[in-house]
């Protein structure tokens, strides 16, 4: 077992299936070492386990679960091109987004769900630059959406 695979193991947690694009894209691609995903949703088995806006059908606690599925879908991204996710050198970037009411100011602590998993999962190198935004709608009524870029090699 990878190191990875390992630590993820620890947590109780796996790499889920490659989720199938919703559209025309790919969900992952290599520019020099460097992997950028797509934005992942929370999906579970093919589908979304809430639809809905935070701050409104979503609570804030249960959307930030649903950016550590996202989190985890967007790492199936990753693995998908480079093999492996022990080649991971760095997580360079995560950018979230959530589907909010117009008051919700929570978009940070949402994100957080994705953060934090990836200090669980990668220690020291899962330390990364972030953006989290609030947004009107997402593909298919999800809560939140999450894209990486990782360095690798």
């Known amino acids: 077992m990878s190191a990875i695979g390992a630590r993820l193991a620890e947590l109780g947690l796996s790499i889920p299936p490659l989720a199938k694009p919703v559209a025309a894209y790919v969900p992952a691609v290599i520019s020099g070492h460097h992997v950028f995903t797509a934005g992942q949703l929370p999906f579970v088995d093919g589908a979304l386990p809430a639809t809905g ?9 249960d959307a930030a679960g649903y950016a550590a ?8 991204a990753v693995e998908s091109v480079i ?28 994100l957080n769900g994705a953060s934090e ?5 990668f220690g ?3 330390v990364h630059a972030r953006s989290a935004v609030g947004v009107a ?8 959406e999450v894209e990486l870029i990782v360095e690798f090699a």
């Open 53 to 61: 806006k935070v701050g409104a059908q979503v609570s804030a606690e």
């Open 69 to 76: 599925r996202c989190l985890l879908n967007a790492l199936a």
């Open 83 to 110: 093999g492996s996710l022990d080649r991971i050198t760095r997580i360079v970037k995560v950018t979230g987004f959530v589907a909010s009411t117009p008051d919700f100011t929570g978009q940070p602590a949402v």
């Open 117 to 121: 998993l990836l200090g669980e999962i």
């Open 124 to 126: 020291e190198i899962g």
């Open 137 to 144: 709608v997402l593909p298919l009524d999800a809560p939140v």
